[in-house]
Each structure stands twice: as structure tokens, then as C-alpha cells.
């Protein structure tokens, strides 16, 4: 069984292949610059929220940590901590 149309050789598709080392520096160059534009958002809303959530924890605090509120504090000082933990380095620029 041959194949309708026969495979390149392996000389011709490496020749056929852009520069490796062009290559890999547009590929370094493009997570930067999209993860830049994608990271500033998201830091500056977890930067707010940490600032936030304390509000809405405080009032759970004052009321008494019973055993059905205490998952809502947790959940909610877990949000408050990753939210410090992405938003530190907010306005730092």
C-alpha cells in the first residue's frame, strides 16, 4: 500500500523550517508583552478586593464564628489572602 503523494524528505521540511533562534525569541517576546496586558487588570482588582473583603469578613467576626459561618470565614480570608498574594505589586510602576 504506497501513499497517494509520497512524504517530504526530512533535509527538505528542516529547510522548509524558519530559524530556530528567531523562532524562540518571537516566542519569548509574546508571552511578555500579552501576559503584561493580561496582569494589569487582574492586579489591580485583587489589589481592591484585598482592601475590601475585610468589610465583609469583619461584621462574620463581630457576630460570632459559629460552626455553619466559620466555611464562609474561611473561604473568605483564603479569598482576601490570595488576593493580597496577586495584587501586591499594584501601582508599584
Do not use: E, Q, W
Request: proline share 10%.
Amino acid at each position: 500500500m504506497t501513499p497517494s503523494t509520497p512524504l517530504p524528505s526530512v533535509a527538505a521540511v528542516r529547510d522548509a523550517m524558519p530559524d530556530p533562534t528567531s523562532l524562540k525569541a518571537t516566542l519569548r517576546a509574546l508571552p511578555v508583552t500579552g501576559r503584561t496586558a493580561a496582569v494589569a487588570p487582574v492586579r489591580a482588582a485583587a489589589f481592591y478586593v484585598a482592601i475590601a473583603l475585610p468589610l465583609v469578613y469583619l461584621p462574620l467576626l463581630a457576630g460570632g464564628v459559629t460552626a455553619d459561618r466559620f466555611a464562609i470565614l474561611l473561604g473568605l480570608l483564603l479569598a482576601n489572602a490570595a488576593a493580597l498574594v496577586l495584587g501586591h505589586d499594584y501601582g508599584t510602576n
